[in-house]
């Protein structure tokens, strides 16, 4: 009888990631991550108590994989790679962008660290300089707001045929410099 394959933690949540990739977090369960992996879903239960903890896990993976498409941007400001990597996001993994942002979850609703780690990384922008920590905060939640808006629209394919010749990653740039100007006009 061969030796049995030992599977690593991220070996399970690779397999796991490949399914929600594909199908959606929903359909990460012991059986088709242990199916995907060609084990039993003893070594899935032998690194996670629950599936729930794994799911946990591939939302983690998640994350660093934003972080990462967030520091690959190269756009002349730190509000602007925001933007574009939220749009990178949703055309790779359509499927993870509608689950993490149409559906209720306990992963992504109140992101707070996520949150503090952008807002410091505007404050560093020479275009925001002089602004506090509160209305960057703002200047966030609004942008977010479109964001998601034409994120989704993306990743739903519902750009009006009149929209389609028009860049995203322009209009997302429009808009967050007119907010920009906006609020200066403001204070």
């Not at 190269?74 to 359509?94: C, D, H, K, M, W």
């Not at 992963?107 to 996520?114: K, L, R, S, T, V």
Request: hydrophobic letters at 45%; proline letters at 4%.
């Amino acid at each position: 009888m061969p030796p049995k394959t030992r599977f690593e933690r991220s070996d399970i949540v690779e397999a796991a990631f490949a399914i929600a990739r594909d199908e959606g977090l929903e359909a990460v369960t012991a059986r088709r991550v242990a199916d995907k992996l060609g084990s039993s879903v003893a070594p899935i239960y032998n690194n996670f108590e629950t599936i729930d903890e794994l799911v946990r896990a591939v939302v983690e993976h998640v994350l660093a994989i934003s972080r990462s498409i967030l520091a690959e941007q190269q756009g002349e400001s730190v509000f602007e790679n925001i933007g574009r990597a939220s749009l990178v996001f949703a055309r790779t993994y359509p499927r993870l962008a509608r689950d993490l942002m149409l559906k209720p979850n306990p992963w992504i609703a109140a992101n707070e660290q996520q949150d503090h780690t952008l807002v410091e990384m505007m404050a560093e922008d020479p275009e925001l300089a002089g602004w506090s920590k509160a209305e960057c905060r703002r200047l966030l939640l609004q942008m977010r707001a479109f964001q998601m808006g034409l994120m989704l629209m993306t990743v739903n394919n519902q750009i009006p045929s009149w929209a389609a010749d028009i860049d995203q990653e322009q209009l997302l740039m429009q808009t967050a410099g007119e907010l920009v100007q906006a609020r200066k006009t403001k204070v």
